[in-house]
């Protein structure tokens, strides 16, 4: 199939709604420091569903994914039933959404079953608006009144950065879903990006010693990422930027995909079971070319941007063959410590795509690391249902450290722990090396 496809843009207004359909919305002025961050969290959502057709939220593409209008009501749902439910005035919006919008959270009951997210055709679009509408006033008059003591606003902080999660999740899976068109339809219409070629490998040497990992201060964190602790680790060192797209083209042309002894064994299961050849959404062409699915339609590798939808067995096999492996992820956060600010490509939502690879290590993809993600010295969840957060899930998972281009601006930190299944690609997902 050639490149050349015809360009679809969802139209949002396809489910025309009058005037006498829609809420009238919170305004977002004034207020407390809180609420500005709580409407300018959501605004952000409501800003990045409007490109979206009611016909685009509603499908589920795969079971890993979740519909668009999924991700909205969840997040709303977090705050109705872990903050405005503890208030006897609060009129709960619809009992069902509780069961309908709890993602894993056993303590608060049962729930509709993940793979079948994409059924739920009721609450339509426009109730799911509605229902956000509801939370944000109520949320919003708490909020002012001065009604929540300390340990409520310590969950809308948690609440907003569970939202700012699920914003990068929702751009992640609508990518998925899009990929699966024939046409390839365009979330953002943007210009092409340039082709060129990356520079050299270099490599940044660290002296061995006692660090200190985890979060530290007194900006937010997720308990996973304290206590802080000591690491021993050996002197060592990481490569200064990502690994390229013309870097992993080299690892194809010399039969990458068809070397066993680059691969785990998990891994080389899993490239004989699915047939990977090339990373997630690539293409080649008829004219031996390869292309990639972006959110902006299908488009031609750029070799010097980073290689992004990677699995961590693809990750790991590429490191063995370019003669090096992933640094731990220790390592990396020593390393990242010493670059200060420094940041890539984070959440534009006019691009939702990286940049050229450059030298910083937060942004542009987010990068796996050698380490299984295991709770650190020390852990303990929290009492309650948010202790599931996320405790539960330290068992066959690998932990990705940096942000991406779809991670939320202020969202990203050094110590953040994100984690995903070995076999993960529709991830924005990439690697650098280490030795």
């Known amino acids: ?238 490569s200064d930027r990502l690994v390229t797209n013309a870097d992993w083209l080299e690892f194809m042309a010399d039969d990458g995909y068809r070397r066993h002894e680059f691969w785990l064994s998990d891994g080389w299961a899993k490239v004989n079971e699915t047939g990977w050849q090339a990373p997630g959404y690539w293409r080649e062409e008829d004219d031996g070319g390869w292309t990639t699915f972006t959110l902006s339609g299908r488009r031609p590798v750029v070799p010097d941007e980073p290689v992004t939808h990677v699995s961590f067995y693809e990750a790991d096999a590429y490191a063995r063959w370019a003669g090096a492996r992933l640094p731990t992820e220790f390592e990396w956060e020593a390393a990242a410590g010493t670059l200060g600010d420094a940041r890539g490509q984070l959440l534009d939502p006019g691009r939702c795509h990286p940049g050229r690879a450059g030298s910083a290590m937060v942004g542009e993809v987010w990068e796996w690391t050698a380490s299984a993600y295991l709770p650190y010295p020390g852990f303990v969840p929290a009492n309650g249902a948010v202790g599931e957060y996320n405790g539960k899930f330290m068992s066959d998972q690998h932990v990705l450290r940096g942000a991406s281009a779809v991670t939320p601006m202020g969202h990203e930190r050094i110590t953040y722990r994100n984690f995903f299944p070995a076999a993960s690609r529709w991830v924005f997902s990439g690697l650098r090396l280490a030795r």
């Not at 609420?35 to 079971?63: G, Y």
């Not at 309908?100 to 009721?122: K, M, Q």
């Not at 809308?156 to 339809?185: R, W, Y």
Request: aromatic share 10%; proline share 8%.
């Open 1 to 238: 199939m050639s490149i050349t496809e015809p360009i679809l843009r969802p139209d949002p207004r396809s489910d025309a709604e009058s005037p006498d359909d829609v809420s009238t919305k919170v305004d977002p002025g004034g207020g407390s420091d809180t609420v500005r961050r709580f409407l300018e969290v959501r605004s952000l959502t409501d800003a990045l569903a409007e490109r979206l057709s009611p016909e685009d939220q509603t499908p589920q593409s795969m079971t890993e994914a979740s519909p668009a209008k999924w991700h909205r009501a969840h997040v709303t749902w977090f705050f109705e039933e872990f903050i405005l439910r503890q208030d006897p005035d609060y009129a709960v919006y619809d009992e069902t959404f509780r069961y309908l919008f709890n993602s894993y959270y056993e303590a608060v009951g049962e729930r509709h079953p993940r793979p079948d997210r994409g059924l739920v055709t009721r609450p339509g679009v426009r109730d799911v608006t509605r229902y956000r509408e509801h939370v944000d006033a109520a949320m919003v008059e708490a909020l002012e009144a001065g009604r929540l003591d300390d340990a409520a606003l310590g969950l809308v902080e948690l609440g907003c950065n569970h939202e700012q999660q699920h914003q990068e999740l929702l751009l992640m899976d609508i990518k998925h879903l899009f990929s699966t068109h024939a046409f390839g339809p365009v979330y953002v219409d943007r210009e092409p990006d340039s082709p060129g070629d990356p520079a050299p490998i270099g490599w940044r040497e660290f002296a061995g010693g006692v660090h200190e990992i985890g979060a530290v201060g007194s900006g937010f964190s997720y308990d996973n990422e304290g206590p802080r602790h000591r690491e021993y680790l050996e002197d060592f060192a990481v």
